[in-house]
């Protein structure tokens, strides 16, 4: 499985940016996808994901300003970030956790190569 992310970038504080992470190769199934951040020295954490059936969790320090959303038949996952802060610097990278066609009864993770979203003035 591989994953295609795009659409990070510089934006100034209270500003937008929509992530896709497009996914492909032989997938029987992609039980979650979702979002993860990491900044030099920190450990990745969790932005936000959803699941196959459309329930989503997120942060807390991001509910409320960004969407985590899917479209199942391109099997891609998109992240609306609003009202963007500096502390949402980060390389963003995206996660799914799939069934495929040669092992569908345990799931694997992958992982994208990440994006940069830099939030400054």
């Not at 993770?109 to 994006?115: E, I, N």
């Amino acid at each position: 499985v591989q994953l295609v992310e795009s659409g990070g970038g510089l934006v100034q504080p209270g500003g937008s940016l929509r992530l896709s992470c497009a996914a492909s190769g032989s997938i029987f199934r992609l039980a979650r996808m979702g979002w993860y951040r990491q900044t030099p020295g920190n450990e990745r954490e969790l932005v936000a994901r959803i699941v196959s059936g459309g329930t989503t969790n997120y942060a807390d320090s991001v509910k409320g300003r960004f969407t985590i959303s899917r479209d199942n038949a391109k099997n891609t996952v998109y992240l609306q970030m609003n009202s963007l802060k500096p502390e949402d610097t980060a390389v963003y990278f995206c996660h799914v956790l799939a069934f495929t066609n040669n092992m569908r009864l345990t799931p694997r993770d992958y992982w994208g190569q990440g994006t940069q979203v830099t939030v400054s003035s």
